[in-house]
């Protein structure tokens, strides 16, 4: 099948998969429903969609409406796709998607929520950063703040457990009904941010560390103990700081969090430089007589040619942060 006969195949059939994982009360769908549920499953309607991403990355989307609900999950296809092209049976697939909708749904108990009145969602409003230019054509359908390079936008956060976190972009049909302006509402995430999602930081030698000993099979770790040892005990690591937040979703927006950068660059009596890692974390580099801007404006221009994909990345600019201003400026532009 090619990817429109794919499409149209799960139209056809992935309803049923989804009836049978439904009435079952398992997991898989493997237990055969009897008479009497096959009378009351639910009707399921398939749909299919461009989402669009950060940095104006479209991926399609399966979006799964369920008789009687308001909320649907997302499901990206894409991957789907690669993995039938590779030779997976597409009942698999249409059984993977099934299990994986019902959990979505089993751990995101979403009520309906009418966006259109302020005060009922301005707590559960949080703020992302992402790149300015990159993502011309969403800033045109949602209220936004420039900030360098950037752009602040908004989201309603829906719910937040152990998959992930579920969230809407704030477009400009709510934001006009809601009669606030746009400072205000940049205060009201930039607090709800703050305080849903803290800031975390830790020195890149301890980051990397705590990687190895992740990733590392233990027989391995033991005769790498000693140097892992050395480095995340070395005083100040290697004089970068990774900042992100608790949860590393989109923790670059910490840059802007109250005094986070101020008392930094008072506990290390310097300016600082910023390095955007992604829109999930910045690297904090503090500025001494060795510090050279070129080398660390290299470093972002390869990572994100090489390491970072597109649809994570935040700049190819570095920052300044001048302690004596208390503002962040694009380096070479202060």
Known sequence: MDYQEFLLYLEENLPEYLRQCNCCGGEDGSKEPDAEDKEIRPEYKIEFQQLMKNNGVVLDGLVIHKAGENASPNIYLNDYYNDYQMGKPASLIMEEIAYQYHRIRAENDIAYVNLSDFKKVRDSIVMRMVNYDKNRGMLKT??????????????????????????????????????????????????????????????????????????????????????????????????????????????????????????????????????????????????????????LEGLVEEANRSAVGLVDLLSDHIYYYDRDKDQIFIYGQN
């Open 142 to 295: 949602c209220p936004h703040k420039r900030y360098l390079d950037l752009a602040i936008v908004f989201r309603y956060m829906a719910g937040r457990n152990s998959i992930g976190i579920a969230s809407s972009l704030i477009r400009n049909e709510e934001f006009a009904l809601w009669d606030v302006s746009l400072e205000e509402l940049y205060r009201t995430a930039l607090f709800n941010t703050m305080r849903e999602f803290p800031w975390h930081m830790d020195s890149l030698a301890k980051v990397i560390v705590e990687s190895f000993k992740k990733r590392m099979p233990e027989e391995d770790m033991e005769e790498l103990a000693e140097e892992l040892s050395i480095l995340e005990q070395t005083e100040n690591g290697v004089s970068m700081f990774v900042l992100s937040n608790d949860s590393g979703v989109y923790g670059a927006a910490c840059i802007l969090y109250d005094s986070v950068l101020k008392n930094f660059a008072r506990v290390q009596e310097c300016n600082i430089f910023i390095l955007p890692s992604s829109v999930h974390e910045v690297m904090l580099v503090p500025e001494n007589t060795d510090t050279e801007p070129e080398f």
